[in-house]
T-cell receptor, first 111, second 113 residues
Framework: QKEVEQDPGPLSVPEGAIVSLNCTYS??????FMWYRQYSRKGPELLMY????GNKEDGRFTAQVDKSSKYISLFIRDSQPSDSATYLC???????????FGAGTTVTVRA | DSGVTQTPKHLITATGQRVTLRCSPR?????VYWYQQSLDQGLQFLIQ???????AKGNILERFSAQQFPDLHSELNLSSLELGDSALYFC????????????FGPGTRLLVL
């Protein structure tokens, strides 16, 4: 079993819809949680990061962390065709140097 | 543009060969991380350097090695290449070690024939 599980999709939604992405994890030591966006043939770009549990909002993006369930989510409101990309969750423990990534979910927003 | 640069963008080589991938971190960043991304394994952490010293090792093969130079650029050396080494190799950097915000470069696409 992988340390971080993420449904690879693909996920196809119409423009304007809410995109819901999630990851589950098994390591209870994880404290930092991140979402990266990766366009085709490009490097991952940091979208959101959250420490411990709770919600964080940034524009159309909302990240949620539920440590009791070992479950994190990313919501994209009013999705745009430019949001079409692969979204990767990542996480690490406080005293760890490496990030553990999910497999990534490929999202297509149809105009 | 993250500010992290990687060269070359593409590399095609044969099995058994050796290649060197180069990374320049963002200005002011002391930590460099190397990752491998393949279709079947996803994004895997390889190794981290901080201010010239190795700080952490992940799933890095013995055929692979890395170093960080005094000017903070880093090189990843891949030797005795196998078909399965074909992948995207990313470098990321951060200001400090143990830093949650890592900025990724555009990657080097390696194809081993």
């Amino acid at each position: 079993q992988k340390e971080v599980e993420q449904d690879p999709g693909p996920l196809s939604v119409p423009e304007g819809a809410i995109v819901s992405l999630n990851c589950t994890y098994s390591n209870s030591a994880f404290q930092y949680f991140m979402w990266y966006r990766q366009y085709s043939r490009k490097g991952p770009e940091l979208l959101m990061y959250t420490y411990s549990s709770g919600n964080k909002e940034d524009g159309r993006f909302t990240a949620q962390v539920d440590k009791s369930s070992k479950y994190i989510s990313l919501f994209i409101r009013d999705s745009q065709p430019s949001d079409s990309a692969t979204y990767l969750c990542a996480m690490r423990a406080i005293n760890d140097y490496k990030l553990s990534f999910g497999a990534g979910t490929t999202v297509t927003v149809r105009a | 543009d993250s500010g992290v640069t990687q060269t070359p963008k593409h590399l095609i080589t044969a099995t058994g060969q050796r290649v060197t991938l180069r990374c320049s971190p963002r200005s002011g960043d002391l930590s460099v991380y190397w990752y491998q991304q393949s279709l079947d394994q996803g994004l895997q952490f390889l190794i981290q350097y901080y201010n010239g010293e190795e700080r952490a090792k992940g799933n890095i093969l013995e055929r692979f090695s890395a170093q960080q130079f005094p000017d903070l650029h880093s090189e990843l050396n891949l030797s005795s290449l196998e078909l399965g080494d074909s992948a995207l190799y990313f470098c990321a950097s951060s200001v400090r070690t143990n830093q949650e915000t890592q900025y990724f470069g555009p990657g080097t696409r390696l194809l081993v024939l």
